[in-house]
């Protein structure tokens, strides 16, 4: 669907342009919690692991919460599965791969840092 106003594509299902901000009249709104655009941007109705195990996977680039991240990553998938009505997969999915990225550099580092010392 394009927006009739801005000719931005909208998401299927989508009530308001995100580009000019235009609302669908023809459509009810049935909450932000049914809009597929705004479910991208708030995490409405994701596993609450699924969010803390994205933040820690986007702080894994320092480090230090590498590990966590993946920790929180297996149980927010875990939680997902158990409850498929909830979302936050990706973010997740995100959170193993930035945290074993990390981990493994750590692990580099140590190594590295031992033999040559």
């Not at 989508?14 to 009249?25: A, E, F, K, Q, Y």
């Not at 966590?68 to 979302?87: M, N, Q, V």
Request: aromatic share 6%; net charge positive.
């Amino acid at each position: 669907m394009y927006c009739p106003k801005c000719g931005q594509q909208m998401a299927d299902g989508s009530v308001v342009c995100l580009n000019c901000g235009w609302r669908d009249p023809t459509r009810q709104s049935q909450g932000i919690e049914h809009d597929p655009a705004m479910r991208l941007l708030i995490p409405i109705g994701q596993s609450g692991w699924a969010i803390a195990a994205g933040y820690f996977g986007l702080f894994s680039l320092i480090c230090f919460p590498a590990p966590i991240a993946i920790i929180l990553g297996i149980i927010a998938l875990r939680d997902i599965k158990k409850h498929p009505s909830k979302g936050g997969k990706g973010r997740a999915i995100f959170a193993l791969v930035m945290g074993t990225i990390a981990t493994l550099t750590i692990v580099v580092l140590i190594v590295t840092s031992a033999l040559s010392g």
